[in-house]
């Protein structure tokens, strides 16, 4: 059986009072862009956006915990990682500025460890941090307010042919169903004595001692999947047009998110090519530097 993410109706929730499709078109739009700023000036107003969002939302904070630290603890790696190796920001800008120099004590065959601390690599992931966060907020909320019975259509009704609709109603489907059926099948193990917690050794060692694991949350995929074809084909699937039992209609309100959505896209667009929007970094923190 499928299931779904853990979605309520919530009265007071801000996304939840538009139309899914006109959600789902918003936040298309400020995705898109969001992605063509790297001036984290720019970016400031995606993320104030994205946190106004998620406090308006009516998710609690038990409900996105996991999901939410996870994330976090991804982005901030990343960040971390940027501004060590310097990698990734190479592209957006050819000058740096040294605020200081590490250099450990230590050689490692003939090459000593350096971390050069410069303006453009502390803003770089200041600017990745705050950019892949607001997107980051805007993607967590979706399962979490869209209702699991609207995903088809929804789909549908973005334009898209009902094959895709329904395939794309089985992808937002698939992760939850995936992560119930690996935890039955831990505590199944866990209730025939098989102590997952002492799993040790290599990577290959570790990967075959969680076979028991593995290969029938595996097998029960490929057959769910097979049930799901077979169902499908017995209800003709795909000879014709399909109806949907949900009907979604707009509203004003709905209008006007799409147009908003529209309009900060275009005005994105626009100073994306105007030469804005580009890398910065202060000219003032560059002076106290040289």
């Known amino acids: 059986m499928l299931v779904s993410w853990r979605y309520r109706e919530r009265k007071s929730s801000f996304i939840q009072s538009f139309d899914p499709r006109a959600w789902v078109i918003f936040y298309l739009c400020f995705l898109f862009s969001t992605l063509f700023f790297w001036d984290v000036r720019f970016l400031l107003p995606f993320m104030l956006m994205a946190l ?9 904070w038990h409900e996105i915990r996991r999901a939410f630290l996870f994330i976090g603890a991804f982005i901030t790696f990343f960040a971390i990682l940027t501004f060590l190796t310097g990698r990734g920001g190479q592209e957006v ?4 500025h040294l605020i200081r120099q590490f250099v450990a004590p ?4 003939g090459w000593t460890p350096t971390l050069d601390v410069t303006v453009e690599r502390s803003f ?8 892949v966060f607001s997107i980051a907020v805007m993607t967590i909320l979706i399962p979490y307010s869209l209702n699991p019975a609207h995903y088809g259509i929804t789909f549908k009704g973005l ?4 094959k895709i609709a329904y395939a794309m109603d089985l992808t937002m489907r698939f992760i939850p169903t995936f992560g119930r059926d690996f935890q039955l099948t831990m505590d199944a193990q866990r209730a025939r004595g098989y102590e997952l917690e002492k799993v040790s050794g290599g990577l290959i060692e570790q990967v075959r001692r969680l076979g028991p694991v593995i290969v029938p949350v595996t097998i029960h995929a490929i057959i769910g999947s097979e049930d799901i074809i077979d169902a499908m084909d017995l209800r003709a699937f795909g000879v014709g047009p399909r109806t ?4 979604l209609t707009y509203k004003l309100r709905d209008r006007i998110l799409i147009a908003v959505g529209c309009l900060v896209l275009f005005v994105s667009v626009v100073l994306a090519f105007s030469g804005l929007g580009g890398f910065w970094v202060p000219p003032e923190l560059i002076e ?3």
């Not at 230590?106 to 065959?109: A, D, P, V």
């Not at 334009?159 to 009902?162: F, I, L, N």
């Open 159 to 162: 334009g898209m042919s009902d």
């Open 288 to 290: 106290l530097v040289k």
């Open 52 to 60: 106004f969002t998620l406090l308006t939302s009516g998710v609690k």
């Open 106 to 109: 230590f050689s490692i065959l």
């Open 244 to 247: 949907w039992l949900v009907q």
């Open 93 to 96: 800008y050819t000058q740096e």
């Open 124 to 131: 770089f992931a200041v600017s990745q941090f705050v950019r």
